[in-house]
T-cell receptor, first 114, second 116 residues
Framework: ETGVTQSPTHLIKTRGQQVTLRCSSQ?????VSWYQQALGQGPQFIFQ???????GRGNFPPRFSGLQFPNYSSELNVNALELDDSALYLC?????????????FGQGTRLTVV | AQSVTQLGSHVSVSEGALVLLRCNYS??????LFWYVQYPNQGLQLLLK??????LVKGINGFEAEFKKSETSFHLTKPSAHMSDAAEYFC??????????????FGGGTRLMVKP
């Protein structure tokens, strides 16, 4: 059973550009959540997808958008990148969206905006 | 809105000593509580979680935590620290009981250092 995989592992972008990060959920998991972890801080919830529908959103602007595919893999898109978007982006999958369900995290994508 | 406070951004213990990492939360409904560990350049791994039932929860690697509703706390302990326990530890809360999502609110993290 493969775990949660994210690609790419590292990425450097220029301010104003757009970026797409990808996440393959663990087998049997229909829920994917995305988190942003700035250096030295705890992860912050961006949004969650449950069975291809957005199921909740944190305090992030609309230029952060996402998608979940029929195989439950997911993408995070960020438009008009800003320097403060530099962070580790974590994807987590879970076998459901109910509270208390364990979330399994990928290794993350380290995004640097210059 | 829910929030999590981890007292002490850095904790240093000697190998073999007791580990105590503090976590206090606020939530308007009964919470689900989690402790995750993060090693350098890696994602988060679940150590343990509290959902319902017994308030003393045992996790992996000898860690345990006790849910104290009256104190709104969920402190993490381990009787004897190992060098391999050196990592960043995050406490998290979720208070969505239905399929409204298991979105987690994390604390700021505590870096545990273990001295030989």
């Amino acid at each position: 059973e493969t775990g949660v995989t994210q690609s790419p592992t590292h990425l450097i972008k220029t301010r104003g550009q757009q970026v797409t990060l990808r996440c393959s959920s663990q087998s049997g998991h229909n829920t994917v959540s995305w988190y942003q972890q700035a250096l030295g801080q705890g992860p912050q919830f961006i949004f969650q997808y449950y069975r291809e529908e957005e199921n909740g959103r944190g305090n992030f602007p609309p230029r952060f958008s996402g998608l979940q595919f029929p195989n439950y893999s997911s993408e995070l898109n960020v438009n008009a990148l800003e320097l403060d978007d530099s962070a580790l982006y974590l994807c987590a999958s879970s076998p459901g969206a109910a509270g208390g369900t364990e979330a399994f995290f990928g290794q993350g994508t380290r995004l640097t905006v210059v | 809105a829910q929030s999590v406070t981890q007292l002490g951004s850095h904790v240093s213990v000697s190998e073999g000593a007791l580990v105590l990492l503090r976590c206090n939360y606020s939530s308007s409904v009964p919470p689900y509580l989690f402790w995750y560990v993060q090693y350098p350049n890696q994602g988060l791994q679940l150590l343990l979680k509290y959902t319902t039932g017994a308030t003393l929860v045992k996790g992996i690697n000898g860690f345990e935590a006790e849910f104290k509703k009256s104190e709104t706390s969920f402190h993490l302990t381990k009787p004897s620290a190992h060098m391999s326990d050196a990592a960043e530890y995050f406490c998290a809360v979720s208070d969505h009981p239905n399929n409204a999502g298991n979105m987690l609110t994390f604390g700021g993290g505590t870096r545990l250092m273990v001295k030989p």
